[in-house]
């Protein structure tokens, strides 16, 4: 039996006025898997996952993330799936434990869930002497890995990923990465859009927008070999160079 | 210096671009004169109040007659009995009720002599008081004509006049204490805010880090809302000419130099929240919270320092408003001089020199 | 509801854990209603005044001996003309002038009439007006006395003399702090409550977590109770600390029930809360919101009746404070405070607060949008 499709999107639109921010896009995402969704500041790359994740509605077309429509199951959609922003949005006043015991609850943990899960993060990130220090006083890679871990909590089907690694040294990306596997590997999809063209290569396919539609689809290898190129970053080079748009 | 003046322009961008903070900034004065100007009144008009009239005679028809026609009271009529009135008072209705007892003109023409009774709500003491005096004199006025009627020998009669003010309205103790609410207040908040954002943005660092001194970094904060405040000061003075027909007796020049002062004054208290808080809101809550209150109690122009307990008198010594406010009105109301004022504009300026050290002096700290 | 929980418990602890914050819930309005009803005191005590006597004639003097011995006024100078007692004005040190002419006890015996001149420095109003009241009785009474003395009553036709008996209800002892406190304590509860919430909301935008918060299943309705109500606890807290101070220090307890008063807060305290939550939506940045909000409370506080009686306001004033939330909340503290009234009696109050709670709410409800 073919598993449904965690995102499926066509002809998804939105314009403001007459400016068309994302023009007709369509894709599939698969459960499980890691996609990249990249693009030039301005391509439409942030607007486009606002559509998918409920936060706006879209001019036209279809879309539908985890089983539900964006259009008019908003409020299904955001129970199944989970959001990291740039910002990273966990609340720097109160303690890692508060911060975990929130958003699981917010999403609907059991008590006896919560304490679960809780331990079972804090192993995980090897935070046992961190966990009841306030957020605000840990350094960036630990907030992100902390962040990441509270938006998987729930154990959601989709989990949207807004530039989630920005600041920090390879290493601490490396490590950051090695969560995403290990939650791919449970079965959440991962929906990526990233800066770091070698983070492009760490995930299964990846999509590259251009002034608001998307350019190319494809796994980083058939990519590189359809552009004839070496590494992600000329293949980016490649399409984006024509772009008319700039900065977001 | 042009270096400067790029600091300048930054600032002046970041001020105009929040529409929202400009309209405040700009309406809260004028919306303050038209309130002070033409709602708030010290003056007691309009009271209701209710007459419980047992004997319905000539006299006490022609007593009604007259509280009737003063500006000062409005009849209500549906009260019958006086053990009404206490429920009158409680429904917050009335403030004042007369009674007048059975056989009143009869008591007058025979005996010479009548009584009536007025209960007054003191829950506002100044109001009931003024009211029962106004009430009074309505009666002594009454018992005068009688008088006269009657040719009573030897009256005086007190002629009076009201000076600087012929209506007796409050506009020209009003309009010195807005400009010092509002200069004070929209100084001290906008500096502190916008020195406390950068720290808290992180942008502050930046600033520190370039090829200036922090002084400049800080004065350059201060120019716009010296621009602006001193803008202020024009409205409100032309407010205060045009539309409340209050003009300005002194030296406009005087009064724009004592208001620089008193900008600077305040500018200076904003960089000292700024230099102790970390935060915005922090900052916002004493610059609110702390100021406002104070500024409005203290400066004396809504209630009157001497009346305070001498504590609170010593306090109000400190408040730069009271200075300053007694400086506008000495110079915009009375039309005096600077050798009239020249002691009060002595200790704004020292106030003010002591408020800059000890910002400097804090300021020099955080940042080691 | 489960989410409402965890939003709750997610807010006060940020609450608690913020030390100014409760510094300021605290320690500001204890300290405001500690000095603020003393010096807010309208209460008119030595009014300075100025004596010119032209005349030096027995009964001018008598006239001023009768006048600076009445307690209403303290003697600021003794002059020998206007011009002299103009200064004293002019410097601030007189609010009244009487200038008694030349000829007065002669004028006042050959005519039967004489003026007197009286100038008032009517920067101050209330001054002026008390002033003016009490000179006019202790001349009147002057007056009277004369008249007994030069002539035997049954010469002249009898006067007809009204005597007036005035009692103060609810404050006898003309306490002004007894009706100020109520008032200030109503204000302080507003001014808090309305910062405190009109900050929040913005404070989680302007940071960012409000985007996390909007892609969660958390229902819009369910983020602002999460937000309503903790500083609707805290209102109570604060009013409380109010009260507790009104009776330690000035010795203020409420004539009527005081359960009253709490009911009456808990649906003033949505009011405000649902008016500080709708700046807030209306907001960018958290200056913008302290400004909007101060603007409203500062115009809320002058035009509320707390300094100046609105029954003195021309019409369209009285209409605008038919929309001031806190002028039925001073009122209903005076009412229950000082005369006992009852709950029929804030009938009227309790409907419109109510009113403005729903409407305010609502309104902000429907501005916050998660959804473009």
């Given amino acids: ?82 959001y990291m922003s740039q910002k990273f949005s966990l609340y720097e006043d109160l303690t890692v434990l508060e911060n975990i015991r929130f958003y699981g609850g917010i999403y609907g943990l059991t008590n006896q869930q919560l304490k679960d899960k809780t331990e079972e993060l804090i192993q995980q990130l090897g935070m046992q002497t961190e966990a009841k220090k306030l957020v605000g006083s840990l350094p960036l890679g ?40 290990d939650a791919a590997n449970a079965g959440v999809t991962i929906f990526v859009t990233t800066h770091y063209m070698d983070e492009a290569e760490y995930c299964n396919r990846i999509s590259i927008m251009v002034d608001g539609a998307i350019q190319a689809l494809d796994t980083p290898h058939n990519l590189k070999q359809k552009y004839a190129a070496t590494s992600m970053d000329e293949v980016f080079y490649q399409l984006a160079r024509g772009a008319k748009r700039a900065a977001d | 210096m042009k270096q400067f003046l790029i600091f300048v322009r930054k600032e002046f961008a970041h001020v105009l671009r929040d529409r929202k903070t400009l309209l405040i900034l700009f309406g809260l004065p004028v919306v ?83 009584q009536l009774q007025i209960i007054a709500d003191a829950s506002d003491p100044n109001t009931a008081n003024t ?18 009627a009657n040719q009573v020998p030897y009256r005086i009669i007190p002629e009076t006049r009201m000076l600087y003010n012929p209506q007796l309205k409050g506009a020209p103790n009003f309009v010195p204490g807005v400009m010092a609410l509002v200069l004070m207040l929209v100084c001290v908040m906008m500096t502190s805010i916008s020195i406390v954002k950068e720290k808290e943005l992180g942008t502050m660092e930046i600033l520190l880090v370039s090829p200036f001194r922090p002084i400049l970094v800080i004065l350059a904060k201060a120019v716009p809302y010296l621009l602006l405040s001193l803008l202020n000061v024009i409205t409100i003075l032309l407010l205060s000419v045009f539309v409340l027909g209050l003009p300005i007796k002194g030296s406009i020049l005087l009064l724009f130099a004592e208001s620089t002062l008193f900008i600077i004054t305040s500018l200076a208290l904003g960089l000292l929240i700024s230099v102790r808080t970390e935060s915005q809101q922090t900052a916002m809550l004493i610059s609110l919270m702390g100021m406002l209150l104070p500024t409005i109690l203290f400066s004396g122009f809504m209630f009157p320092i001497e009346n305070m307990p001498l504590p609170l008198q010593l306090i109000s010594n400190v408040v730069p408003s009271k200075w300053y406010y007694q400086i506008v009105k000495a110079v915009m109301i009375k039309g005096l001089g600077f050798s009239a004022i020249w002691q009060e504009t002595l200790i704004l300026a020292g106030i003010t020199i002591f408020l800059i050290l000890v910002s400097l002096k804090n300021f020099k700290i955080r940042l080691a | 509801m489960r989410t409402l929980l965890f939003l709750l418990e997610k807010e006060f602890r940020q609450i608690f854990r913020n030390r100014t914050l409760l510094a300021i819930i605290i320690a500001v309005p204890v300290v405001q209603l500690l000095i603020l009803p003393l010096a807010a005191n309208y209460e008119v005590k030595n009014i300075a005044i100025a004596l010119v006597d032209q005349d030096h004639s027995s009964y001018s003097q008598k006239l001023v001996s009768r006048i600076t011995a009445s307690g209403y006024f303290r003697l600021a100078g003794y002059n020998r003309s206007y011009k002299e007692a103009y200064q004293l004005i002019e410097s601030d040190q007189a609010d009244l002038v009487l200038e008694i002419p030349a000829g007065f006890e002669r004028n006042l015996i050959r005519e039967n009439q004489q003026e007197l001149f009286l100038a008032v420095n009517a920067i101050n109003g209330v001054k002026a007006n008390l ?68 900050l929040n909301i913005v404070k989680e935008k302007e940071v960012g977590t409000i985007e996390q918060i909007n892609v969660t299943p958390i229902k819009k309705h369910h983020f602002i109770l999460g937000k309503l109500i903790p500083f609707w606890i805290l209102g109570f807290v604060t009013f409380t600390l109010g009260l507790l101070v009104a009776w330690l220090v000035y010795g203020i307890t409420p004539a009527g029930n005081i359960g ?46 707390l300094f100046t009686p609105i029954d003195s306001m021309p019409e369209w004033a009285r209409a605008v404070v038919r929309f001031n939330p806190l002028s039925y909340f001073i009122d209903v503290m005076r009412m229950v405070v000082l005369r006992g009234s009852g709950f029929k009696d804030i009938q009227y109050h309790l409907g419109i607060i109510a009113l403005f709670a729903v409407i305010l709410n609502g309104w902000a409800m429907l501005n916050y949008k998660k959804t473009t």
């Avoid at chain 1, 066509?10 to 898997?33: C, R, W, Y």
């Avoid at chain 1, 601490?172 to 596997?181: A, H, M, S, V």
């Avoid at chain 2, 009430?135 to 002594?140: K, P």
């Avoid at chain 3, 009011?271 to 409203?296: C, E, K, N, R």
Wanted: proline share 4%.
């Fill in chain 2, 131 to 148: 009211l029962t005096n106004y009430l009074t004199m309505i009666v002594l006025d009454y018992q005068a004509e009688l008088m006269q």
């Fill in chain 1, 142 to 181: 630990w907030k992100q890995k902390l962040s990441f871990s509270v938006a998987v909590l729930h154990q959601p089907k989709v989990v949207f990923l807004d530039e989630p690694t920005g600041g920090v040294d390879p290493i601490t990306r490396r490590q950051f990465w090695d969560l995403i596997y």
């Fill in chain 3, 260 to 305: 009253l008063l709490y009911a009456f807060l808990a649906l003033y305290l949505l009011a405000v809360l649902g008016f500080g939550l709708l700046i807030s939506t209306y907001s960018d940045t958290q200056q913008q919101a302290m400004f909007v909000a101060f603007f409203f409370i500062i115009i809320f506080a002058l035009m509320g009746g």
């Fill in chain 2, 32 to 114: 303050l004169i038209i309130i002070f100007g033409f709602a708030l009144t010290n003056e007691i008009k309009n009271t209701k109040i209710i007459i419980v009239d047992y004997a319905k005679d000539l006299a006490t028809q022609k007593l009604i007659n007259k509280i009737e026609s003063s500006p000062y009271f409005e009849l209500e009529k549906s009260i019958r009995s006086h053990q009404e009135i206490e429920a009158a008072f409680r429904e917050g209705k009335i403030k004042l009720a007369v009674v007048f007892p059975a056989n009143f003109n009869t008591d007058l023409a025979h005996l010479h002599q009548a």
């Fill in chain 1, 1 to 82: 039996m073919i598993p449904a499709k965690s995102i499926i999107c066509k002809n998804l639109t939105k314009q403001f006025g007459d400016f068309m921010a994302v023009n007709h896009i369509s894709f599939e995402v698969n459960p499980g898997e890691i996609f990249g969704f990249l693009g030039a500041n301005g391509a439409g790359k942030t607007t486009a996952m606002r559509m998918l994740c409920g936060l706006s509605i879209p001019t036209s077309g279809e879309a539908m993330v985890a089983g539900f429509d964006v259009f008019k199951q908003t409020e299904k959609i955001k129970k199944n799936i989970g």
């Fill in chain 3, 131 to 198: 002033g003016g009241v009490y000179l006019s009785k202790i001349i009147t009474d002057y007056n009277s006395d004369i008249r007994l003395q030069w002539l035997q009553p049954s010469r002249y036709n009898p006067i007809p003399l009204i005597e007036i008996t005035s009692s103060n209800w609810f404050n006898p002892y003309l306490n002004y702090q007894l009706f100020m406190v109520p008032g200030i304590l109503a204000m302080l509860v507003t001014m808090i409550s309305g910062y405190l919430s009109a």
